[in-house]
């Protein structure tokens, strides 16, 4: 039985350890840029992992609009996002308030993320934003 209980804790750790993606990946700026460009592309995968859990919620309501209006999903998969910059403030180790500017299609935009840190990883709070 606690072979059973190490193997468990075991995988634990390795799913929690891949959530962050490499070390380069896990800080705000980062991650930031990698919530942008998949949200304006439809990439809900990437979406849900950039998320804490009880946010997902919200990316599976929306993911469930898309499959209502596939013609829109397909439109959105297409668009061209280019970050332009990200400047982020940490307001203490677990919070960083985020603002991206990027461009989607060409059109000029700029939006605020805030991010916690949880388990070590970086990850947009859509309840905040």
């Known amino acids: 039985m606690n072979k059973i209980k190490l193997l468990f804790v075991g995988l634990l750790a ?14 705000p700026e980062e991650v930031t840029k990698a919530y942008v460009i998949a949200c ?4 809900f995968d990437q ?4 998320t804490p859990q009880n946010n997902r919620v ?18 959105i998969k297409k668009n061209e ?10 307001q203490n180790d677990s919070v960083a ?7 989607i ?3 000029k935009r ?12 970086w990850l947009v709070d859509l309840r905040s934003n």
């Open 105 to 107: 299609n060409k059109a």
């Open 47 to 50: 979406m849900y992992k950039l």
């Open 14 to 27: 390795i799913v929690a350890g891949s959530a962050c993606h490499s070390k380069k990946a896990n800080t």
């Open 58 to 75: 919200i990316i599976q309501q929306l993911q469930n609009q898309m499959n209502n209006h596939p013609e829109a999903w397909e439109s």
């Open 110 to 121: 700029t939006m605020p993320y805030d991010l916690r840190k949880e388990n070590d990883c």
């Open 97 to 103: 308030e985020c603002e991206c500017e990027f461009l």
């Open 81 to 90: 996002v280019e970050i332009v910059d990200v400047k982020c403030v940490m």
């Open 40 to 43: 304006y592309t439809a990439d």
